[in-house]
């Protein structure tokens, strides 16, 4: 309907969209004082004779000639227009508070920065304190609303289940036992991604539902004979399946996926489902074979795996050895390289790989060669200072458009590994990505590829990529691959890490930490690690320090480095 608050809206929304693009200052001002004035009228405009709409105090010529165009087509063609020339992401961040338009089109325009998943992380990487109008408080506000806006949205990053999770189990468990609550579906799974937290609860819809009928009840969105969809106060939608019946037998289908369960059902075809404890693990003992773990579920052909060979012995957090790939306040950390390093000893890791930006992320405050040679005199100081604890020298390289590293050899040669990453220039074609990851895999000194898709879960696809042809090159060239352990990339993904395995490819589970809260991150890589059936044998990380001084010094022999 054209009423007056609709037609305001399109021009507040004119007057915000052309201060994000850098547009005329004095027109999009005169929008935004018609959209005030527009709203305080007393009559509506669609009854006002077209002719006297100019006459209206703070309307004037050019506002009153786009009211006439609203009224009559409904919509506003030069702000059609606008819209259509604005990435979605950099419109989405008009909705966060204390967001706006000034500083989102320095956002966009000179950070680079198109979805609030990847204005999120930049605030990770202390990337906005960089900017002008941008301190370290805004940032935190920036940060803290981005994170409310995102929790309203419906879909959660594990790591952000991970935080509210224990509080729901306890509240589930206190009102209807221990014995009658098993958390099932995605987040059993370990999903990276998750819509909804699934729980079976073998009591029934009355007897259960008065337990939500609380001071701030959440939102009943559906309800069955076996079942109930909440949606909490957070935005977090909480689905139970519900019934007295066979607790190991619902966890079992509700766990998922319907793959896995399928392919069980096919192969063991006389399972016999009888209750016992409030586990699935009695499904598999009554087919004979290991209980797989839920994480691994996903993974293609498991059962046939299983049969030949055994459950894997994956990989848990307390096999990480090392802290690989980290950036200290030489670039866009925030804690000087002895704190990263005393916080590496307090947590029990042998080895911290120091990995600060390259110098073309001028944004990051990468380094130019002059201070490399200086870093590189303190971290020998360090080392001599904290040993045999050892710092080793690297750099987060740059892998420029085309492919090539952002430094030349005689710099390359000074570090011990190099980290090579794509930070620029993400909207590339599959021929255009290809082109710069395989250049810079063939590169001698390249030891680890960082990130590979550089994705951003729930924000950014990432640049498509063969991951095939990936791994191949990886495995010709002696050629790591990480898996970035931030929540929010988790890249490789861990659907490859079987193949890469195979292939004889290296894993790196790191965590990218700007601060010594980021070691933390470990476990959400290990996590995803899981879910590919990733060994501690085959991740880098998990390598003590004499096994990883070996694996350095072996790979440069070999690569005639």
């Avoid at 405009?45 to 050019?62: N, R, V, Y």
């Avoid at 966890?251 to 016999?272: H, R, S, W």
């Avoid at 848990?316 to 030489?330: L, R, V």
């Avoid at 991150?521 to 085959?538: F, I, N, P, S």
Wanted: hydrophobic share 40%.
């Amino acid at each position: 309907m054209n009423d007056n608050n609709f037609i305001a809206d399109q021009f507040s929304l004119l007057a915000k969209i052309m201060d994000i693009h850098g547009g005329n200052s004095f027109k999009s001002k005169s929008y935004a004082v018609a959209a005030f004035n527009i709203e305080k009228l007393p009559l509506q405009l669609s009854d006002t004779p077209p002719d006297q709409l100019a006459a209206i105090k703070g309307i004037g010529d050019s506002a009153s000639k786009k009211i006439r165009e609203i009224l009559e087509t409904g919509k506003l063609a030069v702000l059609e227009d606008l819209i259509n020339d604005t990435p979605p992401g950099v419109l989405e961040m008009l909705q966060v508070k204390g967001l706006g338009p000034k500083k989102i089109s320095t956002i966009w325009k000179e950070m680079e920065i198109e979805s609030l998943g990847e204005l999120l992380y930049a605030c990770n990487e202390n990337r906005l304190l960089l900017y002008k109008g941008f301190g370290e408080k805004t940032q935190r506000n920036v940060q803290e609303a981005i994170e409310y806006y995102m929790q309203n949205q419906g879909s959660f990053l594990y790591a952000a289940l991970d935080e509210l999770f224990p509080a729901i189990k306890t509240y589930m468990e206190k009102n209807f036992s221990a014995d009658a609550v098993a958390v099932t579906g995605a987040y059993r799974r370990q999903d990276l991604t998750i819509d909804e937290l699934e729980f079976v609860i073998t009591k029934n819809n009355s007897d259960i539902k008065p337990v939500f009928q609380t001071a701030q009840p959440p939102e009943l969105l559906e309800e069955t004979d076996n079942s109930l969809l909440y949606k909490l106060k957070n935005g977090l939608k909480l689905r139970l399946y519900t019934g007295e019946g066979n607790l190991p037998e619902k966890l079992f289908f509700t766990t998922g996926p319907a793959a896995f369960t399928d392919a069980f059902i096919k192969k063991f075809p006389g399972t016999d489902f009888t209750p016992g404890e409030n586990h699935d693990s009695v499904v598999f003992t009554d087919a004979g074979i290991p209980a797989v773990p839920a994480y691994l579920r996903g993974v293609t052909g498991i059962l046939d795996r299983i049969s030949t060979s055994g459950l894997p012995a994956v990989i848990t957090e307390k096999d990480i050895n090392g802290i690989i790939h980290t950036h200290s306040n030489w670039s866009d950390g925030t804690n000087t390289i002895e704190e990263m390093a005393m916080a590496c000893m307090a947590g029990g890791y042998e080895y911290l790989v120091i990995s600060d930006h390259s110098k073309s992320a001028f944004y990051a405050n990468g380094l130019r060669e002059e201070r490399i040679r200086e870093q590189h005199r303190y971290v020998d100081e360090l080392n001599e200072k904290h040993k045999p604890f050892r710092i080793f020298k690297s750099i987060e390289c740059d892998i420029l458009n085309d492919g090539s590293l952002d430094y030349t050899s005689n710099i390359l040669s000074t570090f011990d590994l190099v980290i090579a990453s794509v930070h620029a220039n993400l909207k590339m074609t599959e021929e255009k990505a290809m082109l710069r990851l395989l250049n810079a895999i063939q590169n001698p000194y390249t030891t680890i590829l960082g990130h590979m898709t550089g994705r951003l879960l729930l924000s950014r696809k990432g640049y498509p990529v063969d991951h095939r042809k990936i791994i191949e090159a990886c495995a010709a060239h002696q050629v790591v691959i990480e898996l970035n352990a931030h929540p929010r990339r988790l890249d490789m993904d861990c659907t490859w890490i079987q193949e890469a395995m195979e292939k004889g490819v290296l894993i790196s589970i790191d965590p990218d930490a700007h601060n010594t809260a980021g070691f933390n991150d470990c476990r959400y890589g290990v996590l995803a690690a899981q879910k590919g059936g990733l060994t501690k044998e085959k991740n880098l990380s998990s390598f003590s320090l004499q096994q990883f001084e070996d694996f350095l010094a072996k790979r440069k022999i070999s690569r005639q480095i």
